[in-house]
Structures are given as structure tokens and as C-alpha cells.
T-cell receptor, first 119, second 112 residues
Framework: GAVVSQHPSWVICKSGTSVKIECRSL??????MFWYRQFPKQSLMLMAT?????????EQGVEKDKFLINHASLTLSTLTVTSAHPEDSSFYIC???????????????FGDGTRLSIL | QKEVEQDPGPLSVPEGAIVSLNCTYS??????FMWYRQYSRKGPELLMY????GNKEDGRFTAQVDKSSKYISLFIRDSQPSDSATYLC????????????FGRGTQLTVWP
């Protein structure tokens, strides 16, 4: 159990376009999901906390107008990179933790990431 | 000073060796401790998860937490080439539903 699915796994697009990345919890509900960015040979950098039914909480230095987050249901959060530029090229990863009655404290599970390349 | 410190390596060992990976932390509020394994171009995969101090064993993996020293370890016995990956320690305060604080990750290579 506790599978997090991320789509697409790899996207290449032209500078100036917007790209949407989906993060789904397949077998559990999650009111909170997290979005990370990872550069080569670096650790994960938290970008924002996605909250179902309310606004996301962004980390300091992350542009909320550039990285739009929508958490419309208990199993889906989306990250849209708007007007993407080459410097936005990176590996984006989401995570979520199973919640609900009887779950207790469960560790977070990660999606397989989305490699974004902006030309 | 970062809240979680982890030697990035790289660490290279022969197949069958015992591998020791470590992290130190500065915030005594951390209560949940995780080890994740990340293969190249993949998301982190949960290996071990412990609460507070103590040891936990799962197959070839053993996780240790010493809260008095603010030190956590992951031991891999009988290491295999398939264990070659980056190992990330992570921890949270109060609840696993909160944000994770990561170490830099240690790159491990197990050669046949």
C-alpha cells in the first residue's frame, strides 16, 4: 500500500509554455501533499505544502505565481510551472502520507518524480 | 548550521561488506526518523522508519536512533550491487504528516 503516482515522468517543452505535473495517492487519502525540487547530486528542496481545499503554503524564495499548486481532491495535487524558462529545468517530486482512521503516524511516500526540461 | 548533517560520500565498498551510513541533527524536537533510498532519476523509496530512540531491523537493514547524541545510523549487511544508490536520512517533528528535514544524501556504490 501507500503508492504515490506522478505524471508525466519526463517532459520537454519550449520556453514560455506552462507545464502541469500531477501527483496522485492511489490507495489512500491525503489532505496534505508536498512538492520538492531536486538538482543533480543534491538533496530534495521543499517548495510548497499542498493542502486539500485551501491555498498551498510556499517556502521562502519560491514564487507562488510561477509554481501554481492545486489540491482539488483528497487524492490529487497538481503543480503547474507557468511560463517556464530553462532555469526551471529540474527534477520535481511529490510526497504524501497516508491518513485517516486507524492509520496512525505513517511515513511519507514519494512519487517517481518528473524530469522537466525547458528548451 | 544545517538542521540535518549527512556526509555525501561517495562511499564505495565491495559486495558483501557491511555498510554504515550516518546522520547527525541539531533539533531535539525531531521524533520520527526515516531512511530513504533513491536510485538515479527516481523518487526516494522508504527503507526504514523509526520513532524515538532504539533499533529496528528489517532483513539486511538495521536502523539505529540515539536521541541523546542526536545521531542516527543505517547499517546494510551483506551489501549487494543492487544496493548502489543514494541514501537519504530524513526526520520530522511531532508528526509524520509534517514536513521532512533531509540530509544531503550519501552516494553508495557496491562493486562486485
Amino acid at each position: 500500500g501507500a503508492v504515490v503516482s506522478q505524471h508525466p515522468s519526463w517532459v520537454i517543452c519550449k520556453s514560455g509554455t506552462s507545464v502541469k505535473i500531477e501527483c496522485r495517492s492511489l490507495d489512500f487519502q491525503a489532505t496534505t501533499m508536498f512538492w520538492y525540487r531536486q538538482f543533480p547530486k543534491q538533496s530534495l528542496m521543499l517548495m510548497a505544502t499542498s493542502n486539500e481545499g485551501s491555498k498551498a503554503t510556499y517556502e521562502q524564495g519560491v514564487e507562488k505565481d510561477k509554481f501554481l499548486i492545486n489540491h482539488a481532491s483528497l487524492t490529487l495535487s497538481t503543480l503547474t510551472v507557468t511560463s517556464a524558462h530553462p532555469e526551471d529545468s529540474s527534477f520535481y517530486i511529490c510526497s504524501a502520507s497516508p491518513e485517516g482512521q486507524g492509520r496512525g503516524n505513517q511515513p511519507q511516500h514519494f512519487g517517481d518524480g518528473t524530469r522537466l526540461s525547458i528548451l | 548550521q544545517k538542521e540535518v548533517e549527512q556526509d555525501p560520500g561517495p562511499l564505495s565498498v565491495p559486495e558483501g561488506a557491511i555498510v554504515s551510513l550516518n546522520c547527525t541533527y541539531s533539533n531535539s524536537a525531531f521524533q520520527y526518523f526515516m531512511w530513504y533510498r533513491q536510485y538515479s532519476r527516481k523518487g526516494p523509496e522508504l527503507l526504514m522508519y523509526t520513532y524515538s530512540s532504539g533499533n529496528k531491523e528489517d532483513g539486511r537493514f538495521t536502523a539505529q536512533v540515539d536521541k541523546s547524541s542526536k545521531y542516527i545510523s543505517l547499517f546494510i549487511r551483506d551489501s549487494q550491487p543492487s544496493d548502489s544508490a543514494t541514501y537519504l536520512c530524513a526526520m520530522t517533528r511531532g508528526s509524520t504528516l509534517g514536513r521532512l528535514y533531509f540530509g544531503r544524501g550519501t552516494q553508495l556504490t557496491v562493486w562486485p
